[in-house]
């Protein structure tokens, strides 16, 4: 298959299930939210060494939120509910209960979700013990929030996160032709992702260029870099999946709440990196032989979903 | 859904426990047997035929908020424990009722458009109870000698509440459009009491924790309380969302929610003054005073 100039792969990218919750958090201004949600994200790209993957989802306008003011809404996924609640607990504990004027909230609607529910992590439950006796629990409707005084004012929180049964590890690899065609394409690719609810992508700006397969020849590394798509090992490497004209791959993780949320944002992403005079020869996807994860998304069947949306030209290949 | 309707024949001249009339097991029953129905009457016991006319109405609508109303019309100031341990449907009390409505309730519906006795609401657990009229001493407090009075659902008195409102009372919501006896919020555990008028003498005495909000000015603070206190605009945003969302409800058991509208109109913007206490006990609980102008939100 082929879109514009872009070959698109005969393969598919391999997910696997998570955890997963969202947390609204709301502030006196857009700014100060922002920079709490930054701060919960960082250090969350891979749950290989971070503990969970988290990234920012959109900004909330102040009619969209619980408390009437400005926020942000960020995801975060784990491994498992026990480490999903560990990484919730010490992340909104370091970095939004530090932060100026801001509150948390449980982002995700029991009623209206279409991950199938899990457990509920604690939140306020965990947070509340910093208020050192003077903290108070408040039932507002069928919502308990703990209120934690601090230095200006008081810190509000839900007192449980619902969180979801989620999907992590949707990947497209971008094969171009060089570095600037590459990133330019990459970060076309994340920008159309991120219009789409529900997902982030946790590298970096959205795009990681570390690659990983599984194990390593050291004993004790998990993981260690994708050498087929290395291009600096074309003719060394015993495997490589590049063609001499390649000069930059980067990969675009994604984490959604669903599978068809993370099946949209690849086909967004495939549409965004395979526009004409985008310099992305190939589009690939990483998986390991279908063996591991539950989720697979061929992309030429995103492709053609495309191709039958008239988002794109697409073709058989030439 | 099926409605079944009591007409009060007489007033009996004693007391009649109606804890019994639950609107889906009057529902399962035909008008005969439910006609034949035991209610004890202190010592004794009486039929419900002999109190009231059955009627039975079956409408079509699927979509009605219940699936089995219960209504009872005439002046049923005799029949006590109206509504209790109510779990699902609605009961209408067309006029007044006795004791302890809504003991113990956990969830339902129960409207009443005239007056209710005292201990209305006591121990309620969940659902809504709403009283046009006024309501007796002991309103969602605690039998004697239990440790928890409500602990969830709201209770809405559209005239004056009597003494001890809320007394050991731990969570839900109770709005009082008129004013308070003596003694509201008493012992207060935890929960929300909005009073739009004026609460009697020694209100909040003894509350742990919990909001008692008012919305016009107290003849005084209580004096084991402190003023002051800043920095709680957020939570009060999240208060008047709760108390706009109750509008619905309010609408539909009243239908005007005039009484209550100084509740419905609170702005988040509009911050009222606050006073912590009783410091006498756990010192945890709040009084909230919104009967002037409020101090804007940082």
Redesign the interface.
């Known amino acids: 298959m082929q879109i514009n100039q872009t070959l698109i792969d005969d393969t598919f990218a391999e997910a696997f299930p998570m955890k997963a919750t969202r947390l609204v958090i709301?502030a006196?201004t857009a700014a100060w939210a922002r920079a709490a949600a930054q701060s919960l994200t960082g250090f969350a790209t891979s749950v290989i060494d971070c503990g969970c993957e988290a990234g920012i989802e959109h900004d909330l306008a102040a009619a969209d939120t619980?408390?009437?003011?400005p926020g942000i809404s960020v995801l975060m996924f784990a491994v498992s509910s026990k480490e999903l609640a560990r990484q919730i607990a010490r992340r909104v504990g370091q970095c939004v209960l530090t932060c100026p004027t801001t509150?948390v909230f449980s982002g995700i609607d029991p009623a209206t979700s279409r991950a199938p529910l899990s457990d509920r992590a604690p939140l306020g439950g965990a947070l509340r013990f910093f208020g050192d006796g003077?903290q108070?629990?408040?039932?507002?409707?069928d919502t308990r929030?703990w209120?934690v005084?601090v230095m200006?004012?008081?810190f509000?929180c839900e007192e449980t996160a619902v969180t979801v049964k989620a999907v992590g590890g949707g990947n497209l690899l971008l094969l171009a032709r060089d570095t600037d065609h590459a990133l330019a394409a990459a970060e076309a690719a994340v920008a159309a992702m991120h219009r789409l609810p529900n997902v982030i992508t946790p590298f970096p700006g959205g795009v990681v260029r570390s690659g990983s397969k599984i194990g390593s020849k050291y004993a004790g590394a998990v993981a260690s870099t994708n050498d087929p798509f290395c291009p600096t090992l074309i003719g060394v490497a015993k495997r490589t999946e590049l063609t001499a004209e390649v000069g930059c791959v980067l990969e675009i993780v994604i984490d959604g709440l669903t599978d068809a949320d993370v099946g949209a944002a690849m086909t967004a992403g495939i549409e965004a990196a395979s526009r004409a005079g985008s310099g992305v020869l190939r589009i690939s996807a990483g998986n390991y032989g279908g063996k591991l994860g539950p989720y697979h998304f061929h992309l030429r069947e995103l492709g053609a979903a495309l191709a039958a949306q008239g988002g794109a030209a697409a073709g058989s290949p030439r | 859904m099926t409605a079944t309707t009591l007409r009060i024949k007489a007033a009996p001249g004693f007391r009649v426990d109606g804890s019994a009339l639950q609107p889906g097991a009057l529902a399962a029953l035909s008008t005969a047997e439910v006609a034949r129905l035991q209610l004890p009457a202190g010592n004794d016991v009486c039929a419900v035929g002999d109190l009231f006319d059955v009627a039975r109405m079956e409408t079509g609508n699927a979509n009605a908020a219940h699936s089995t109303q219960l209504i009872i019309e005439g002046d049923a100031c005799w029949l006590d424990r109206l509504g209790a341990n109510l779990t699902e449907g609605r009961i209408h009390a067309t006029g007044d009722t006795g004791d302890y409505a809504a003991l113990q309730m956990a969830g339902g519906t129960l409207q009443i458009d005239g007056s209710a006795g005292a201990f209305a609401g006591c121990e309620m657990r969940g659902g809504q109870l709403t009283v046009a009229g006024d309501c007796g001493d002991f309103a969602a407090g605690a039998l004697p000698g239990d440790m928890e009075g409500m602990t969830g659902g709201l209770l809405a008195v559209q005239g004056n509440a009597g003494e001890r409102l809320g007394d050991r009372m731990r969570r839900g919501c109770v709005l009082v459009g008129g004013n308070a006896g003596d003694f509201a919020a008493s012992r207060l555990v935890a929960g929300t009491i909005g009073i739009a008028g004026v609460p009697g003498a020694n209100y909040a005495y003894g509350m742990r924790r919990g909001t008692l909000l008012l919305l016009r000015e107290p003849y005084r603070i209580p004096p084991t309380f402190a003023a002051g206190g800043r920095g709680y605009d957020v939570f009060w945003a999240l208060f008047v969302r709760m108390l706009a969302a109750q509008r619905d409800a309010l609408a539909t058991a009243f239908g005007s929610t005039a009484a209550f509208a100084p509740f419905l109109a609170l702005t988040a913007s509009a911050l009222p003054r606050r006073h912590a206490g009783d410091l006498a006990v756990d010192g945890r609980g709040e009084l909230l005073v919104a009967s002037e102008p409020g101090r804007t939100a940082n």
Request: aromatic share 10%; net charge neutral; no cysteine.
């Open positions: 709301t006196h619980p408390d009437g003011r509150a003077w108070i629990a408040k039932m507002l409707g929030y209120r005084p200006d004012g008081e509000v």
